[in-house]
């Protein structure tokens, strides 16, 4: 059996570390908030290339952190993909705002700037012949105004931000960059998180930098969003305890998963390398495939794969074959998230984001992980090509 994510033999290679660093933890007592944190974000800030890295509890908290953090509510749209994980919409509508959803480019997976610039013309205009819009808020689409959006560097690529960053200053919207998946990977010379006005980022254990928990981080530039950003996490906390200077969340990052990711981060960018290498050699051995189409990693990028997604026509075909011979494999997404019953009140219909709807019949993700063998996968690109 191949393992899709393989976290036991990573942890092999850094048992002793990791016990070492959680046995500290348990010497010194300090379970919230430790010293581990504050490690850990300095790293992780000076890794980035941004000035501030604020831990908190999960990826998802990151996006609400950094969405409270720029006072969204009732009245703003904030754009994003409908192919990616349901936090990233989520965090808009549970802070009253409106998700407005913008097709993929078919290669890369992530929001296509051209449609981009089509979805705030439409709502600018209140005109959705120009592009789909939500229609179940048509009648209130007056009162709607863009306020930012939120990219997702899908899979472990990152978005084009060349293009997508001067769309958003032209407009006058924040950009923050949703690297749950995208961790580690980068974007003409710059590392992702750093490639928005926030940058946010999960650390759930599949994850290519993954705790043994629930974790995240947001990072930004910026010293008011920084104290801001740490204000939020901890119950909108001011000078002290039980000075809250606003609303906040219970958003803190876990000392002990701070000590594990501390362990893990020593061989991090070991890993991305190992998974690229990973990456190349299922890329060449499934060339000759005429029905499969491998993913696509566009010059001056560096991919973190978070996974390896094929398109194939044939996509239930390959998945029996593997699983046959006991491989896993994995849809991300079955379901474009404007067509998922929680965003149902938008009015979205099927055929209004053609290239997500495509893609999520067709796509399949095969097992990615550091420590994959050349063998392994040699054996499963022949059973791709014999299916």
């Not at 800030?45 to 009732?74: E, N, Q, R, W, Y």
């Not at 650390?203 to 947001?218: E, I, Q, R, T, W």
Request: net charge neutral.
């Amino acid at each position: 059996m191949i393992p899709f994510i393989d976290l036991k033999t990573q942890f092999k290679h850094l048992e002793k570390d990791i016990r070492a660093r959680m046995d500290a933890v348990f010497e010194h007592g300090k379970y919230i908030m430790g010293p581990e944190v504050k490690e850990l974000e300095g790293k992780l800030a000076a890794f980035v290339g941004m000035k501030h890295c604020i831990g908190c509890a999960s990826g998802t908290d990151a996006l609400l952190i950094a969405l409270m953090a720029m006072d969204v509510g009732p009245g703003d749209a904030v754009f994003t993909t409908p192919f990616t994980f349901i936090a990233t919409a989520e965090v808009i509508s549970l802070m009253g705002a409106t998700p407005i959803f913008v097709d993929i480019d078919p290669k890369t997976f992530n929001m296509d700037p051209d449609n981009l610039q089509l979805a705030i013309r439409a709502l600018k205009r209140r005109d959705s012949s120009i592009y789909p819009l939500p229609v179940a808020i048509s009648q209130e689409l007056s009162s709607i105004t863009p306020k930012g959006m939120i990219s997702v560097d899908l899979f472990g690529l990152s978005c084009d931000y060349d293009r997508i960053n001067p769309i958003a200053r032209r407009e006058g919207l924040f950009v923050i960059e949703d690297a749950a998946q995208g961790f580690g990977g980068e974007y003409k010379g710059k590392r992702a998180c750093s490639l928005a006005d926030i940058g946010c980022t999960s650390f759930f254990p599949a994850k290519p930098l993954g705790c043994y928990g629930d974790g995240g981080a947001v990072f930004v530039d910026s010293d008011e969003l920084g104290k801001k950003f740490a204000s939020i996490r901890v119950h909108g906390n001011g000078g002290h305890k039980y000075d809250n200077t606003r609303i906040g969340l219970n958003a803190r990052l876990d000392t002990l998963q701070a000590a594990i990711l501390n362990a893990k981060f020593d061989i991090f960018p070991q890993e991305i390398n190992l998974r690229n290498q990973v990456a190349s050699k299922y890329t060449k051995l499934l060339a000759p495939c005429p029905t499969l189409h491998a993913p696509c990693v566009p010059e001056g990028y560096k991919s973190a794969w978070a996974q390896y997604s094929v398109l194939s026509d044939r996509k239930k075909q390959i998945q029996r074959a593997l699983k046959e011979k006991g491989i896993p494999t994995a849809v991300y997404y079955p379901k474009p998230l404007h067509l998922q019953t929680a965003f149902s009140y938008l009015g979205y219909k099927e055929g209004d984001m053609l290239v997500s709807e495509d893609c999520s019949k067709r796509i399949f993700s095969l097992p990615m992980h550091p420590y994959l063998e050349d063998n392994d996968i040699e054996r499963i690109c022949r059973i791709i090509d014999s299916a």
